[in-house]
């Protein structure tokens, strides 16, 4: 392996250290190698704490070292006064003059602009090392900044002959086509992302909470789509317990409350990209749409996803609602028990 690599590999692994702290930052990792020989290391542990270059810095313990120390960090040093000052800026003060990064950074106030500054000063500046890597580390982050919506995640459940639910269930009650262990599953990954999203239907019939309840995680915010008014007050999703926005129309937009608020989105113009500029205002970077088909197979119909998670759980219903088809990368397939799961990625 290149060394370049090696040092960037590092880079990530440490950047790893922030996931769940650093939101709604990056997770980034940095390394300072002098005479191959690696003498400083840090990452970002927490929006408005040191960046990843600084703790890396701060960490060499002989600082007169740093002139002729190559640093290694997995995203473009920063250029601007944020919450922290730029830690190009840093770079250059202490004379560190080669700079290994993996990649640009995607956020418009420093994109460029902090391996520009770097190369003004005479810096010696190698950018691409582990791109691939760099971007799936942190692809919530770079989807919201790139594409101006958030990371999006579909996930649901069909049977083993392809139907996602069964044809008209009175009861307000999810019927469930998957195990136990794969519905915790779900709620750990409901913790890791910023927000969860449903169509009215799904609330109308399963009368779902959205929350973790089953993970010892953080809830995300709920976002459900309820254009006409559909769903009963008594639903679940209205108990004010976590942050909730519904999504409507502007004859059933109703006053905001604790924990509710109400977004109002048009006839006129595309559902989907009003959705995603709705949940980009809210600095949403990454959302979990849990359904129902008519949801899911409006946001595949117009290909905007990223991500599909589809479990197969070993029941038949002979009738119901058809599973979504999507045309993705298959790229992870296992077994939880008797459930099989399925990753695609929309590429
Ligand atoms: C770096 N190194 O370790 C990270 C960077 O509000 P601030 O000052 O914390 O700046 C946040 C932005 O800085 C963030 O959106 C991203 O563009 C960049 N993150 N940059 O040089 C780091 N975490
Ligand atoms: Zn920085």
Redesign the pocket.
């Known amino acids: 392996m290149d060394t370049h690599n090696i040092y960037i590999q590092r880079c990530l692994q440490l950047a790893k250290n922030g996931s769940g702290t ?1 939101y ?5 990792g ?1 390394v300072i190698v002098y005479n191959n020989k690696i003498i400083g290391e840090g ?2 542990y927490k ?2 704490k040191p ?3 600084v703790n890396a810095i701060q960490s060499v313990k002989n600082q007169s070292l740093l002139k002729d120390a190559t640093i290694y ?1 997995s ?4 250029s ?5 000052p730029p ?2 800026d840093l770079i250059i003060e202490k004379g560190i003059k080669k700079v290994v990064i993996a990649t640009i ?3 418009a ?2 994109s460029g602009r ?1 391996i520009q500054k770097l190369i003004n000063a005479g810096c010696d500046v190698v950018v691409g090392v582990l791109e691939t890597e760099s971007h799936e580390l942190n692809k919530r ?1 770079f989807t919201f900044h790139t594409k101006k919506r958030p990371y999006i995640i579909l996930k649901w459940a069909k049977t083993k002959d392809g139907f996602i639910a069964p044809l008209n269930t009175q009861k307000r009650e999810p019927v469930w086509i998957t195990n136990k262990y794969s519905r915790q599953l779900v709620h750990k990954w409901r913790a890791e992302e910023q927000a969860i999203l449903v169509g009215n239907q799904t609330v109308v019939k399963d009368n779902p909470t959205l929350t973790t309840r089953d993970w010892n995680g953080p809830h995300p915010i709920r976002v459900i789509i309820d254009r006409f008014g559909k769903i009963p007050k008594a639903s679940n999703v209205l108990d004010q317990t976590t942050q909730t926005i519904i999504i409507t129309s502007e004859e059933f937009k109703k006053e905001n409350n604790k924990n509710i608020i109400y977004e109002v989105i048009d006839q006129k113009n595309n559902e989907v990209d009003q959705i995603c500029d709705i949940l980009y205002r809210y600095n949403i970077q990454s959302v979990i749409i849990e359904g129902g088909a008519v949801t899911i197979n409006t946001f595949v119909n117009q290909k905007i996803w990223d991500e599909a998670r589809v479990f197969e759980g070993n029941l038949s219903f002979g009738m119901g609602i058809k599973s979504p088809v999507i045309n993705g990368r298959l790229v992870s397939e296992r077994k939880i028990m008797n459930d099989t799961l399925k990753t695609y990625r929309n590429d």
């Open positions: 650093c709604p930052n990056p997770m980034v940095s990452w970002h929006a408005g960046h990843a270059e960090v995203l473009e040093p920063c601007h006064y944020g919450k922290t830690c190009s950074d995607p956020f106030k420093v902090g982050f």
